[in-house]
């Protein structure tokens, strides 16, 4: 936003006596009806649905082991054999691990799985115009990701578009690795210099990694700015 020139100004919020307390950075009130926001993510609210997935699942995992263990104790014949002592031992430690990490359903699923990043993102700058998520990937503006995609023309003065993904997270690199790998998107270099050679004819693969990038399009009448703020990491 600094870079493309568009200023920020604190917002206040007013108590129940009267006063003001600052609340939020924002655009000023001249600019919040004709700012419009666009998202960009090819993998939009992946890592959260994941996270929550595998939660469940080991809950559902432990529990089914600690039940199937309590069965096979209450019928072992000598209580006291090695056998046994294993296997209090390990219901213990079941008992313990489901004490300390249960599962209970987030009542937040919708907001963490869905793509909402245009929203969220224009609701804390204060922008009123259109807003909407695509289906893109991060990358460099010469690739079919961000600009081309822009169709807001005629409803705003300008346009704020961001885009982000990350599929090498704890959660998602043990499904997006495989994924990329088995349908031979992914390089499989041993050396990164052999696989980061973008624009020459030995390039086989991506190299898989996270990224996000912002840019700003203004009209002609607005200032006509367009500023690209690239941030990505392999």
Known sequence: MRDAGIPLVMRYKTTTKGTQLPERWGLPDAMRDDTGVIFGSAFPGYDSLVEIMSGYFADHARREELA??????????????VLGQEMARRIDELRATIEQKPYVFDRRFLLRVLSMGHSQFAELIGARGPNTQINALVQPPRKQSRSPKIGSAGRCRRVIVIS???????????????????????ATDEKVEDAAIPFDRRRHGLIMGMGAAALVVESAEAGGNVVFSPSAKS
Do not use: Y
Request: without cysteine; glycine residues 14%.
């Open 164 to 186: 982000a993904d990350d599929v090498t997270s704890d959660n998602m690199i043990g499904w997006f690795g495989p994924g990329f790998l088995a349908s031979g998107a992914a």
């Open 68 to 81: 199937m263990l309590e069965k096979w104790s209450a019928n072992a014949a000598n209580g006291h054999s």
